[in-house]
Structure formats: structure tokens, C-alpha cells
């Protein structure tokens, strides 16, 4: 299995995963140019994506999609409560390119996908695990906590890109955010601040996970480092660091991430 975050953040969120005989992306809230543009960045042709898989309606998930879809033909995978409002969001398309799912598993091709339900102020928002069988990956951004519930999905993965969204001081300190919007936020139906992120990874140690991409990273309330910083030092003080061979890495918004080849 392939995989590559083509860009996370506040400002559109897109990830590529490709199998042996599938090509999907996660999300497609970059517009279908900025998608085609870092797509080939990694050598992948367009008109090769099989399907799109919808976490939620929010337009940083779905600005691309229906442009997109309407010129390669591909599959749009919504879960079924969202349906109504993304049809209208994405201008109308296609009914054999719309799939509905449900909290129930599906497969695309050699894919089996998993979707469990995340926190957020959506009308539905999901996260997804996607396997082959022999090799696993989740991806759980926008939620506003985290259960021991996901926590356990996720750790059944080889590789799992988790939402880090702020840094708590940074956000309460930004003068350029109302107060209504913070606590929206930092709800429980908002995004998950850095050390929530870190508490997390620390109960998914020793498990199978090999690496974590910390995702959908604020640009006015977070910086890598501050992302990067914060779970190393939850890792320390639970002196669980390096030794666990954990690849700890930082999905950007402006650029493509690294591609991650995951052997069994
Ligand atoms: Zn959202
Ligand atoms: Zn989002």
C-alpha cells in the first residue's frame, strides 16, 4: 500500500491511497486543479482515481469533489446522512458515481473500508480505516475528543493520520478569533488540540502502529514544530520515545507529504 497526504489543514484536505489495483482518495476539499497539480507531483495520472471517500460535508473536505468526479467519472463513497446536503454542496452528479454507506463495512476492490463515527460539528463526520488484508491504514481528523473507542481502531493500523489541530495557549492568546468561534473549537464537537492528540498516541504505543502524521494543523493556531514538539514531549515524559521506532510526521497544508510505502 501507497500513501500520501496531498495537503491537510483548514484550507483543504486530500489524501491519496493506492492498493494494487485501486487508487482512492480521502477527502478532495483542495480545488480539482490544486488535486490534479499534486497529484502528479507523485506521479499519479488523474483519470487512475477509482473512488472518493467523504469524511464530512465541511467545504475543506469537499471544495473539489464535484468538479473533480464530473471530469474523471469517479466514485463519491458519502455516508448516507450527509447525502442530501452534499449533493447540493457539490452542484449535482451523476447518481451511478454516488455511493451511500452506513455504519456498516464495504469494500472497493481489494479494499476492506471501516468508517466509525467522529465528534464534530458536522452533520455526520467519519473517520476511515482502509486494509488489504495484510496491511492497515486510518485516518481520523475533525473530532472534537477522542474515545478509547477510536483509539482502539486506530492502533490496529500500520499507519494512522490523526488530527492535531491546535495548540491550546495559542488559541486562547489569538486576538483574531472571537470568543465564540474558541469555544467551538475547543468543544467537544470541535478539532482535538495538540496534547490530545499526544494523549492519544501515547495509548497506541506498543501496538501495531509504525507511524503517525499528525494532520488538519491549524495555520493561525498551531506550527509544526509546536504539533511535533508536543507529542515528543508527552512520549518522554511517558518515557516511551525513541527506542518504540515510532515514525512521527507533519502533513502540510501548502505542500505534499511524504509517500509512505507500507510492506507487510
Ligand atoms: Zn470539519
Ligand atoms: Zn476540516
Not at 469555544?183 to 496534547?195: A, E, F, T
Not at 515524559?237 to 507533519?250: C, E, M, Y
Request: glycine share 6%; charged share 20%; net charge neutral.
Amino acid at each position: 500500500m501507497r500513501i500520501c497526504v496531498l495537503g491537510s489543514g483548514s484550507k483543504g484536505n486530500c489524501t491519496y491511497v493506492e492498493g494494487e489495483n485501486t487508487r482512492i482518495l480521502i477527502d478532495a476539499g483542495l480545488s480539482k486543479l490544486e488535486i490534479e497539480k499534486r497529484l502528479s507531483l507523485i506521479n499519479v495520472n488523474p483519470s487512475e482515481i477509482d473512488s472518493i471517500l467523504i469524511t464530512h460535508e465541511h467545504s475543506d473536505h469537499i471544495a473539489g469533489v464535484g468538479n473533480f468526479c464530473r471530469k474523471y467519472g469517479c466514485k463519491i463513497y458519502a455516508h448516507q446522512y450527509i447525502w442530501p446536503l452534499l449533493e447540493q454542496k457539490i452542484n449535482g452528479i451523476n447518481l451511478k458515481q454516488q455511493v451511500e454507506f452506513n455504519n456498516k463495512d464495504f469494500s472497493i476492490n481489494e479494499f476492506n473500508i471501516s468508517n466509525f463515527d467522529l465528534d464534530h460539528d458536522s452533520i455526520h463526520c467519519v473517520g476511515f480505516s482502509i486494509s488489504n488484508g495484510k496491511t492497515t491504514i486510518s485516518s481520523a481528523t475533525d473530532l472534537g475528543h477522542i474515545t478509547d473507542d477510536i483509539i482502539k481502531k486506530l492502533y490496529q493500523s500500520d499507519l494512522v493520520i490523526l488530527e492535531s489541530n491546535h495548540d491550546v495557549e495559542k488559541l486562547m492568546k489569538n486576538p483574531n478569533y472571537p470568543y465564540q468561534l474558541k469555544q467551538r473549537i475547543l468543544s467537544n464537537h470541535g478539532h482535538l488540540s495538540n496534547d490530545a492528540t499526544a494523549n492519544a498516541i501515547i495509548k497506541m504505543l506498543g501496538k501495531k502502529v509504525r507511524g503517525i502524521i499528525l494532520a488538519h494543523l491549524s495555520e493561525d493556531n498551531n506550527t509544526p514544530q509546536l504539533a511535533y514538539q508536543t507529542v515528543q514531549n508527552v512520549l518522554k515524559t511517558n518515557k516511551a520515545n525513541s527506542n518504540q521506532n515510532l515514525v512521527i510526521d507533519i502533513a502540510q497544508q501548502r505542500q505534499v507529504g511524504r509517500i509512505y510505502k507500507i510492506k507487510e
